[in-house]
């Protein structure tokens, strides 16, 4: 996802109405359905509470919960979806409290944006952008430290000593001869103010924070305690599968159900906005159910009809003329004209899926004067705005029960809450009469769209007799998620989306004569947020170039990379650190190929070597080490982890993963066509974290970006052959 800055947040509310403190406005809220699309607004309720803010005095009575037997509860307002940010934040009150490791526990937070929005984000709670630990780091010490701070002083009232001689190490406060527990004191601590200033700890005095404990969610998830969407039941519930169209764009003409309503188990057929809708009892029924639909009918005037081949022959006109300007300096064209080497490279990059392992699903239900959901939620505000805006209720009337979810990288986040809305107007039309289970398969997952945009880059870029870059012009052609969003008038500047830019425009790398443009084009394929957004081809395109201008002077890749970033500390101690754990300086061997990137993506740098090696006639990874400044690591193992699980995840999209379609119908439907990384394709993965005592910044990402360039990198250092394109056609290979 992509992080609204501090000062589109200003301008964001400003934008809502009379100018007052960021952390007081009025409320998201408000949906219209208007052709059967969902679309998003946003009225102000002046003078209302909004929304929690960087600046604010401690809120422990937010986020801490002591019970009397000495567990400490940490409410989570973010989802964990796998990342492990219900340990990471758990971790950071802990440190401040003194707890001891064992007596945290976590449990997710109410959808209440007034309390538990993003920071990051503005008046939005949500999940997403490599955020969680990075918008909660001050907020969470603080509510850590308040509450060790009230239950001092509780002590210190009970015991008759100074509040200055309790003390707190491993959940146990201790005072001369005195000693006693927090379950203890937390009722009386609870009773007292809550202090509006606190002192946090030095990094140095650190004993949790940067040490290596086990997850919270491990035990649960090993043993099937884990609830997720797919879990729940409840009584009545009806589970629902929908007809989608083939085509995005296409809307329901007319179908016949007779077939469907006679299998066993089904209870009703209806038509909502999205198509079909099959209730049945099991998911077994209804899919049978929805496979019994016959003489449908879809209206296609406005469908997408195009292939992803002519799409692709479509970026490729746009890139021949000029964009809207996304970067400008100095004199590119003249830098290239008076080049003594130029190169002209372009790059294809296609749609690809979010394939989460759970795919999605919610329970929605008609309670009290509102509705509950339970799922995996990303974007609770959303959500709930959506849904009461279908429902015709007000956004706190729909309860969210926040659930672990197996996997998203983005796709449970976006702004037309899509399965959410789904799984609301599918309850409307049996006019509330069951609780509904809405279920995606595998197939609807794959071929249900909100992919990372497929995109065409081109590039041409000179060197000067010396070996330095005397110009670089790069044209980007690609589809924005952001155009008719309510994001929109805080992404998009001057027709630039900075999600299709981030990571190109803004390069660490000094380049004197430089210029990237951007051309936005317009599909009926709905497209989406793909774990690390922009970076996903950006870091491709930029690395690659570097790689090859590193070549043509006859540079050293890392030296190369080292005088570009001469002016950038943080880039300059990760990219040494790396080529030291790495053994940059020693040859491969026969047959075998290293190649490396540096990118920086949600203010996290990550530097990747890759090892190939050809074994007959194909490329196999042997290893990837990787270097991190990611601030302070919270939790190494996790941010280890982290890292790992984009390597795979990248390994995945540069070696297999491609959604394509002909004559707008997606081709792929499984993951026999959608082909994740195989276990026996992952290799052995160094991660090494710079120290550092700097706020925490993104790790869920960044691992992902530098992957697919330093393969390509690889690749040609052991066969002389450049990949540019993603994935791969190691069929096509010749060794």
Not at 385 to 397: D, R, S
Request: neutral net charge; hydrophobic residues 45%.
């Amino acid at each position: 996802m992509h992080i609204i800055k501090p000062d589109q947040y200003r301008k964001m509310l400003a934008s809502f109405g009379e100018p007052v403190a960021p952390s007081r406005r009025g409320f998201l809220k408000g949906i219209a359905a208007v052709g059967g699309a969902l679309v998003i607004g946003l009225h102000l309720e002046p003078g209302k509470a909004f929304a929690a803010a960087m600046t604010d005095a401690p809120m422990p009575n937010a986020f801490v919960r002591i019970a009397p037997d000495s567990t400490v509860t940490v409410l989570i307002k973010h989802l964990d979806m796998g990342q492990g940010v219900t340990t990471g934040l758990s971790t950071i009150v802990a440190e401040e409290l003194d707890a001891d490791w064992s007596q945290m526990r976590a449990a997710f937070a109410p959808a209440d944006s007034q309390l538990y929005n993003n920071l990051l984000f503005g008046p939005i709670q949500g999940t997403g952008g490599s955020t969680s630990v990075a918008n909660s780091w001050e907020q969470l010490r603080k509510a850590g430290a308040a509450a060790r701070q009230m239950l001092i002083a509780a002590a210190a009232e009970k015991w008759n000593v100074p509040a200055a001689s309790v003390t707190i190490d491993k959940g146990v406060l201790k005072s001369g001869s005195h000693s006693g527990t927090f379950g203890e004191f937390a009722e009386a601590a609870a009773k007292r103010s809550v202090p509006t200033e606190v002192t946090l700890k030095d990094p140095k005095d650190f004993k949790l924070i940067g040490t290596r404990l086990p997850r919270l969610d491990s035990a649960e998830k090993t043993d099937g305690k884990a609830i997720y969407a797919l879990d729940i039941r409840r009584p009545g519930m009806l589970t629902a599968v929908l007809r989608r169209p083939d085509r995005f764009g296409a809307k329901l003409k007319s179908f016949d159900a007779t077939a469907a309503k006679k299998v066993p188990g089904v209870v009703e057929v209806v038509a909502v906005p999205n198509g079909i809708a099959v209730l049945a009892e099991n998911t077994w029924a209804a899919i049978q159910g929805r496979d019994a639909l016959a003489s449908i009918v879809w209206d296609e005037a406005d469908a997408e009809m195009r292939g992803t081949t002519e799409l692709m022959d479509a970026y490729k006109k746009l890139a021949t003329g000029p964009g809207k300007p996304a970067a400008r300096k100095g004199d590119a064209a003249k830098g290239i004209a008076g080049a003594a080497k130029t190169i002209e490279v372009e790059f294809e990059f296609p749609y690809l899926a979010h394939a989460p392992m759970e795919p999605l699903n919610c329970v929605i239900e008609k309670t009290g004067d509102g509705v509950t959901i339970w799922t995996g939620s990303q974007f609770q505000t959303i959500e709930q705005a959506v849904t009461a805006g279908i429902m015709g209720l007000k956004p706190e009337q729909v309860k969210i029960e926040t659930l672990w979810a197996g996997g998203s990288f983005g796709r449970r986040a976006n702004p037309p809450a899509d399965y959410v809305a789904e799984a609301a107007t599918i309850l409307k039309a049996i006019d509330g009469k069951a609780p509904v289970h809405l279920v995606w398969t595998r197939e609807d997952d794959i071929k249900g769209g909100f992919y990372r945009p497929m995109f065409y880059h081109k590039v041409r870029a000179g060197l000067t007799a010396d070996g330095k870059i005397a110009g670089w012009e790069q044209q980007i052609v690609g589809q924005s998620f952001i155009v008719g969003t309510p994001f929109e008038a805080f992404i998009i500047k001057d027709g630039v989306d900075g999600t299709s830019v981030e990571g190109a425009a803004d390069t660490n790398y000094e380049i004197g004569n430089f210029a990237v443009d951007l051309h936005t084009t317009a599909s009926k394929v709905p497209t989406l947020w793909w774990r690390s957004v922009g970076h996903t081809h950006t870091a491709q395109v930029v690395e690659v170039v570097i790689d090859e201008l590193a070549r043509a002077a006859g540079r050293d890749p890392v030296e190369f990379r080292l005088e570009l970033l001469k002016d950038k500390p943080r880039h300059t101690a990760v990219l040494k650190l790396l080529a030291e754990k790495a053994n940059w300086g020693s040859k491969p061997g026969p047959g075998k190929g290293r190649g490396l990137s540096l990118h920086e993506s949600f203010n996290t740098v990550v530097g990747s070597v890759i090892d190939v090696s050809v074994v007959d006639g194909q490329i196999k990874v042997d290893k990837v080490v990787c270097a991190v400044d990611c601030g302070i690591a919270v939790n190494p193992d996790v941010v280890a982890a982290q890292v790992e699980g984009g390597v795979g995840f990248g390994l995945g999209a540069a070696l297999h993963d491609e959604i394509t379609m002909d004559k707008g119908v997606v081709e792929q439907s499984n993951f026999d066509g959608y082909i994740p990384l195989r276990m026996s394709e992952m290799p052995k993965v160094e991660v090494h974290i710079l120290p550092s005592a700097n706020a925490p910044t993104g790790i869920g990402e960044p691992g992902v970006p530098g992957v697919a360039p330093a393969l390509s990198n690889a690749i040609f250092d052991a066969t002389g052959q450049r990949l540019r394109s993603l994935p791969f056609k190691l069929e096509d290979f010749k060794a």
